[in-house]
């Protein structure tokens, strides 16, 4: 099974029995260590910058295990997988996989009003542009010297993820609103998921990327559907590159916290869900709807 389609990482798993074989792109600075909840065998394997390493389980029970995997950086990548019946698996996709490949297919387009409350409340026409501005500055400057738009795309998700920071004490006052618009973001670098994909759409759509919003819900924890797990409101993106749906998630991939008395609590980011496979993406991520916010549109309208 493919788990990312990003050239960067390819990172597959193969099952046999209660063996189960990762493979793909080494991380940044090599592999530190894999571990596992069950105490597996694990034997790693790095040949120049592709690794592959053998999990081997010593015990048919029942249930859910997490492989994480540790590069030299400071970054973790956690994978959930399943025994059943005496074999490794990954869990059931529980039907998610589909449901959101249709929502790919009939996004709803946002009225401008609606857009141009996204990047400053109360819609003043002037902040608006000031904002719009500064967005396509920061989007030229993260995209210099990259021509290929799915390029662009990744140094984007990377940059909001490396440098965006979870707002838990915004997330505590029940999300004011304000903190989901680009200013805030801009601002304050730190939001709720909504923020993140926000402000990932918006840099995307400077660079004339075609981008959608995603509103629906997570798998807290590292827990996936088939476990029935509590889940959480959440949004995320997907972009369309030469005709090809590309899942992502900056606020995902960040390690970025914004704690309570203003610290921040600076992680090491992931690239585990860009360009992640929409079956991988179905373990933790339930869309309900997608929505098109023609944000530089709103430089034209009267």
């Given at each position: 099974m493919v788990m990312s389609f990003d050239p960067q990482d390819g990172r597959t798993f193969k099952f046999s029995g209660l063996t189960a074989t990762?493979?793909?792109?080494?991380?940044a600075g090599g592999i530190k260590r894999i571990t596992d909840?069950?105490?597996a065998d694990i034997v790693i394997t790095e040949n120049g910058d592709e690794f592959t390493a053998v999990i081997t389980y010593n015990s048919a029970e029942d249930g859910f295990t997490t492989?994480?995997?540790?590069d030299n950086k400071g970054s973790r990548v956690n994978y959930r997988l399943k025994i059943s019946g005496g074999?490794?698996?990954?869990?059931?996709?529980v039907g998610v996989a589909e449901k959101n490949a249709e929502l790919t297919e009939n996004p709803i387009e946002q009225p401008l009003e609606q857009v141009s409350e996204y990047v400053v409340i109360g819609s003043d026409k002037e902040a608006v542009e000031q904002t719009l501005l500064e967005v396509k500055i920061l989007s030229d400057s993260i995209c210099k010297d990259i021509s290929e738009d799915y390029d662009k795309l990744r140094a984007i998700?990377?940059?909001v993820a490396a440098n965006i920071y979870y707002d838990y004490p915004a997330f505590d006052r029940g999300v004011p609103e304000e903190t989901l618009t680009l200013a805030?973001?801009?601002?304050?670098?730190?939001s709720v998921c909504?923020?993140?994909?926000?402000?990932t759409a918006a840099l995307a759509a400077a660079q004339g990327i075609e981008i959608y919003n995603v509103h629906g819900t997570g798998a807290e924890g590292v827990f996936c559907f088939e476990e029935k797990p509590s889940e959480a409101v959440h949004e995320w993106n997907f972009a369309v590159i030469g005709g090809r749906v590309i899942w992502l998630d900056a606020d995902f991939d960040s390690r970025n916290y914004l704690r309570s008395g203003g610290y921040r609590e600076s992680g090491v980011p992931v690239t585990k869900f860009f360009d992640i496979n929409g079956e991988i993406l179905a373990l933790t991520h339930r869309g309900q709807y997608a929505e098109h916010r023609d944000y530089f549109a709103l430089l034209a309208a009267e």
């Open positions: 990762m493979s793909g792109k080494s991380p909840d069950r105490n492989v994480r995997v540790y074999e490794v698996c990954l869990p059931d996709r998700e990377n940059w805030y973001v801009l601002k304050n670098k730190s909504g923020g993140f994909s926000n402000i």
